[in-house]
């Protein structure tokens, strides 16, 4: 993590952490790194998700992009897959994607993508860093870019069709019809508001919508994956055959069966694992996850024969493994599940209709299909902390986990972790019985607020 960009990228309160003069430096950074120091325009293309402040980042980035001679395309608001598969498939030197993911509304953030739809590279991320302490001279740049002028400042393209063709992308991967298919999709007043209801329909389902009215301020306001409980109750009430929940952004997804129970991104890899074994596509038997899934994950997976790899917190990281190694599924317990074949990152759509697909292949309840895994009781508590970079070194935090450890005696696991994007220090820890799994849970939160306030 660097100075101003973390595990997913430069994210804080709009106009106390991340600001339009961040935006607009970002955006002349780009405009002169991907073009005029090449010697040619740039194509960067934009999206953003329905925070008010959006829109004051988007102009700001438009305007130090074009400023510098740079061309901005404009998807307005849609998710940061689709800004993955368009920068991806229609050979853009950049894309940006303007959301704070499941933050809530006064939060806002900078996801910045390369050429082939990959979340960028630390290498690149450094120098903009640079670039925004102005340290010219370690960029060697005098004075500061250039700014572009008459003909050759950038222009503004609205590029509606790319989002329109993401969309048609997303229906073609249907391999059934959803008709007579009872769907419900909570939209979390977020990007996939005008989206999600459009693909699912479009595939003949029946759809029924929650939180897809977005005002600028409401966005994962008591709705969408974080808020899972509206859902749940929408599809019992509703006699619905599944729930989909995405975030702000629609990068991640939570399931709901048609009993109202979540199925988390740790039971929707298992779904997939098993499925994708049993017909002969998992590529090196093997799924790929992060070191906070579930302990009843791996124990169900061992029992079917399926490999996996743990990986950091951060679906960057899960992509790279599975990337490197080429293993085709992988994902965090949060809900972002990486489809390799299908995109680059994380996409909330898509995996709401891979699921649909495996319930329409094998006429089996989601009920059915998830249940086979049991889940460790598991405790997850956010302690605040703005000296959270001091955890590595706090001793008496690591004596505590020890002592918790031993307690456990090979029956669990803790893991204490900073958090990539906020001022959080997460203690997990996953035990036989929820009793003791809060026990030392609590032991440990107790240790990390007095070290570490």
């Known amino acids: 993590m660097g100075k101003y960009f973390g595990t997913d990228g430069f994210r804080g309160e709009a106009n106390v952490d991340l600001t339009s003069e961040h935006a607009y430096r970002i955006g002349k950074f780009i405009g002169w790194y991907y073009g005029a120091r090449k010697g040619r325009k740039a194509r960067v293309v934009i999206g953003k998700d329905t925070r008010r402040s959006s829109y004051m980042f988007e102009y700001a980035i438009v305007a130090g992009l074009t400023a510098t001679g740079a061309d901005a395309y404009m998807l307005h608001v849609t998710t940061t897959p689709s800004v993955a598969y368009v920068t991806r498939v229609d050979n853009f030197d950049c894309g940006v994607m303007i959301s704070a993911s499941h933050n809530p ?256 292949r094998t006429g089996r309840t989601l009920t059915d299909l998830a249940g086979i895994m049991k889940k460790y009781p598991q405790v997850l508590v956010n302690v605040h902390s703005d000296n959270k970079a001091g955890l590595d070194d706090c001793q008496p935090i690591w004596d505590a986990v020890a002592a918790a450890e031993k307690e456990l005696d090979g029956r669990g696991r803790i893991l204490v972790r900073p958090s990539g994007t906020e001022p959080l220090v997460r203690v997990m820890a996953e035990a036989e019985t929820h009793e003791l799994t809060q026990r030392v849970v609590d032991d440990i939160v107790e240790v990390v607020k007095r070290e570490l306030p």
Request: hydrophobic fraction near 40%; include cysteine; charged fraction near 25%.
């Open 105 to 360: 509304f006064y939060d806002n953030g900078i996801k910045l993508i390369n050429s082939r739809g990959e979340k960028m590279d630390d290498e690149t991320i450094a120098d903009i860093e640079t670039y925004l302490d102005g340290n010219l001279a370690a960029l060697g740049i005098e004075g500061d870019v250039p700014s572009a002028k008459r003909e050759e400042l950038g222009e503004i393209v609205d590029y509606v069709s790319g989002r329109n063709r993401y969309v048609g992308y997303l229906i073609s991967l249907a391999a059934h019809s959803y008709k007579n298919m009872r769907v419900g999709l909570d939209c979390a007043n977020g990007s996939a508001w005008n989206i999600a209801k459009t693909v699912f329909e479009a595939l003949g389902a029946k759809t029924f919508v929650i939180n897809a009215e977005p005002d600028g301020v409401n966005i994962n306001r008591g709705a969408g994956s974080t808020h899972i409980d509206g859902l749940r109750r929408f599809v019992v009430e509703n006699h619905l055959d599944v729930g989909f929940a995405y975030d702000g952004d629609a990068d991640r997804c939570l399931a709901v069966d048609e009993n109202g129970e979540v199925v988390d991104g740790d039971k929707i890899i298992y779904i997939f694992g098993c499925q994708m074994k049993r017909e002969g596509r998992l590529a090196g038997n093997k799924v790929v996850t992060t070191v906070m899934s579930n302990f009843g994950l791996y124990k169900a997976l061992d029992e079917v024969g399926v490999g996996y790899e743990k990986t950091a917190v951060g679906d960057r990281f899960v992509y790279e493994t599975m990337s490197q190694n080429g293993y085709c599924v992988g994902g965090e317990q949060s809900g972002h599940i990486i489809f390799l074949e299908h995109n680059t990152t994380g996409d909330g759509l898509v995996t709401a209709l891979q699921l649909l697909a495996v319930l329409k």
